[in-house]
């Protein structure tokens, strides 16, 4: 079975623009979790979506959103970048909704300039 | 106080022996415990995952976990040079945070051949 898949490997942008960043999970996984791992640190949650519904949101301002679509698969949008918001994001994906095993994707490295 | 503790490293065993890793967590309420493996410029890797106080042995790893002292461990026995990477340690605290995983900034493990 394939794993969980992330798009765009890598991109690059700069300061103020726009990123999507997306997400399929493990086929059968209805939870998808997003977290952000800057460089020395380990990953930082920034969204859970189960069933298409946010279920948890760590500490990152409104500059982030995300959504899950019906086939489950989801994106993380971030507006108006900083030089702050350069890191490895990871999505990783669970059947359950709550204290379930994650499994992490290849992950977006993102570098804004 | 840090959620999740870990001793940055670099941890550094010769090849055969057993690598010690150690974490610490301040939620009491926390549930499940796991071990990534991450390789440099990769995405986590789930090694073990651990829910009951003792230990939980998997091939060359054994999570050890003691609740009431707050503190989980992994033990690698013969290290080998491609166990050197960084090891994650995270936290589930409860059912009513969902799925988010708090991480420890990583031990650095170095095998030496």
């Known amino acids: 079975d394939a794993g969980v898949t992330q798009s765009p490997t890598h991109l690059i942008k700069t300061r103020g623009q726009h990123v999507t960043l997306r997400c399929s999970p493990i086929s059968g996984h209805k939870s998808v979790s997003w977290y952000q791992q800057v460089l020395g640190q380990g990953p930082q949650f920034i969204f859970q979506?189960?069933?298409?519904?946010?279920?948890g949101r760590g500490n990152f301002p409104d500059r982030f959103s995300a959504r899950q679509f019906p086939n489950y698969s989801s994106e993380l949008n971030v507006n108006a970048l900083l030089l702050g918001d350069s890191a490895l994001y990871l999505c990783?994906?669970?059947?359950?909704?709550?204290?379930?095993?994650?499994?992490f994707g290849p992950g977006t490295r993102l570098t804004v300039l | 106080q840090k959620e999740v503790e870990q001793n940055s490293g670099p941890l550094s065993v010769p090849e055969g022996a057993i690598a010690s890793l150690n974490c610490t967590y301040s939620?009491?309420?926390?549930?499940?415990f796991f071990w990534y493996r991450q390789y440099s410029g990769k995405s986590p890797e789930l090694i073990m995952f651990i829910y009951s106080n003792g230990d939980k042995e998997d091939g060359r790893f054994t999570a050890q976990l003691n609740k009431a002292s707050q503190y989980v461990s992994l033990l690698i026995r013969d290290s080998q040079p491609s166990d050197s990477a960084t090891y994650l340690c995270?936290?589930?605290?409860?059912?009513?945070?969902?799925?988010?995983?708090?991480f420890g900034a990583g031990t650095i493990l170095r095998v030496k051949s």
């Open positions: 990783a994906s669970s059947l359950r909704r709550t204290t379930d095993t994650q499994y």
């Open positions: 939620d009491r309420g926390s549930q499940s």
């Open positions: 995270a936290v589930s605290q409860g059912l009513e945070y969902g799925n988010k995983l708090v």
């Open positions: 979506y189960y069933e298409k519904e946010e279920r």
